[in-house]
């Protein structure tokens, strides 16, 4: 946003040239141009959904695992590691494990699920980033991925 406003004044107030401005911070001259078509950046707007071509046919079966999970103590819920299998057992799913347990946003019991929505939801270093609950203190660069 600094250099946004950077590259509008010298432009604007200053008088330089879209050329010269981008040789000056070291950026596309077609992003300057962009720049001053906008007031504010626009940001980036999906046009549609993404593609997912082996995963897309189970995305009803998925949300009915996880229906009928709502139901269940959630002890005997499924992992995302066992609706995957499922997946692929019962249904004949041939895609990877990633695509089958990231479908609806990792919304499966997981012990580190609640780990990874305090680590994407929070800055690095905040104090809810270090502590997750207040039986368990965890500092940010400790948190190793699942083994």
């Known amino acids: 946003m600094e250099l946004y ?4 004044h010298a432009v604007m ?3 330089l040239s879209q050329r010269e401005a981008a040789r000056r ?3 596309d001259p077609r992003t300057v141009k962009k720049m001053l078509r906008y007031s504010v950046p626009p940001g980036y707007v999906r046009r549609r959904p993404p593609v997912r071509p082996k ?3 189970f995305i009803g079966v998925i949300d009915r695992i996880l229906e009928e999970d709502k139901e269940r103590p959630k002890k005997q819920r499924h992992t995302s590691k066992r609706v ?4 692929r057992d019962e249904y004949g799913f041939t895609g990877g ?7 609806r946003g990792g919304s499966f019991r997981c012990r580190w699920s609640a780990i990874a929505e305090v680590i994407t939801r929070f800055p690095p270093g905040s ?8 039986a368990m203190c965890m500092r940010w660069s400790s948190v190793a991925a699942p083994r």
């Open 55 to 57: 995963l897309d046919p």
């Open 84 to 87: 995957f299998e499922r997946l």
């Open 13 to 15: 107030i200053e008088g």
């Open 25 to 27: 911070f070291g950026i």
């Open 127 to 134: 104090a809810i980033a270090r502590c997750w609950s207040a």
């Open 5 to 8: 406003a950077r590259v509008l």
């Open 97 to 103: 494990m990633t695509p089958a347990t990231s479908a």
